[in-house]
């Protein structure tokens, strides 16, 4: 896939799984930003691509995260103890989490449990505030003259932030613009499929959010699940007609006593019934794999959402 050579993806190899979750490195003029980190065991593979770009880690002005979740930002500490000049730019909700990463680390635990935090999270380190810069909506970062302009995008979460690039007309979404796996391409092209997950999804804000991103007819998507997609605007309809449906699923299971069942069932028919009609080359076995993970995260995010909304 031929895109702007100055940006270049990143594979953290989160999970043990290739080409699942991506960090992003941008180059303008012999300076540097990342956008999100991985965890803290994808800090090798960053520090990796700079060197692969020709760069030293004093080229480093940005670590710009998408939200805190730890698949985007569990090695910031980490990675940032390894980039003297950088600053790390994030959602103003998200800041104190960075700062310190406490509620972050237990809420993650309940969420995943110990032992898969231990094993698939690395440390997760405080970052010093006096490197914090917080990115309210519509925050600019100068990198060497290049603006890459931050926007509030909530839905996914509320800590969440979408990073536009003028110079390659793309975002990148972190997961407000949900997940696209390679292994799940058609003829068509890109499948994609929105993100629930724990514990804040609101589907209406991250519609409008989607509506958002689209307004500016860009190009391309940068994806944290993953790497960069087009017919952007074929897929954010089929990500809002998806969250439309999830909704639906979520009122239907909501009464049921197997309610975690019910969603995992109904969320696993849904997206088979989508990749069937995109022609994915995967049959249904294969992809209720691929979207395992996260048709368990989304069912969770579904169940969070609905007992909040009855509060």
Request: aromatic share 6%.
């Amino acid at each position: 896939m031929s895109f702007d050579p100055s940006i270049h993806t990143i594979d953290t190899g989160f999970m043990q799984r290739g080409s699942f979750d991506a960090a992003y490195l941008v180059v303008e003029n012999g300076r540097a930003a990342f956008i999100d980190c991985g965890t803290g065991l994808a800090v090798p593979a960053m520090l990796a691509a700079l060197q692969r770009a020709g760069l030293a880690v004093d080229a480093v002005d940005w670590l710009i995260l998408t939200h805190v979740h730890l698949d985007h930002a569990g090695g910031a500490g980490l990675l940032m103890q390894q980039l003297p000049h950088a600053r790390l730019v994030v959602h103003p909700r998200g800041a104190p989490h960075m700062v310190d990463p406490t509620r972050l680390i237990a809420g993650a635990t309940e969420v995943y449990g110990q032992t898969q935090i231990e094993h698939s999270y690395g440390p997760i380190l405080p970052v010093s505030p006096d490197r914090v810069v917080i990115a309210d909506d519509g925050h600019r970062v100068d990198l060497a003259g290049r603006s890459l302009l931050c926007i509030d995008t909530p839905g996914h979460a509320r800590h969440h932030l979408c990073v536009w690039d003028e110079r390659s007309r793309a975002w990148f979404t972190g997961d407000t613009f949900g997940l696209s796996y390679r292994e799940l391409d058609s003829d068509r092209g890109a499948f994609i499929v929105p993100t629930s997950s724990p514990v804040q999804f609101d589907p209406e804000p991250l519609k409008q959010s989607i509506v958002r991103l689209l307004a500016v007819a860009p190009q391309a998507m940068f994806l944290t699940h993953y790497g960069r997609v087009e017919d952007v605007a074929r897929l954010g309809a089929d990500l809002v007609e998806q969250i439309d449906a999830m909704v639906h699923i979520g009122h239907q299971c909501d009464a049921r006593p197997d309610r975690h069942r019910c969603l995992v069932a109904a969320l696993t028919a849904l997206y088979l019934e989508r990749a069937q009609a995109h022609g994915c080359r995967l049959d249904d076995a294969a992809v209720t794999q691929v979207l395992a993970m996260d048709i368990e995260l989304n069912a969770q995010g579904l169940a969070c959402w609905l007992d909040r909304d009855r509060r």
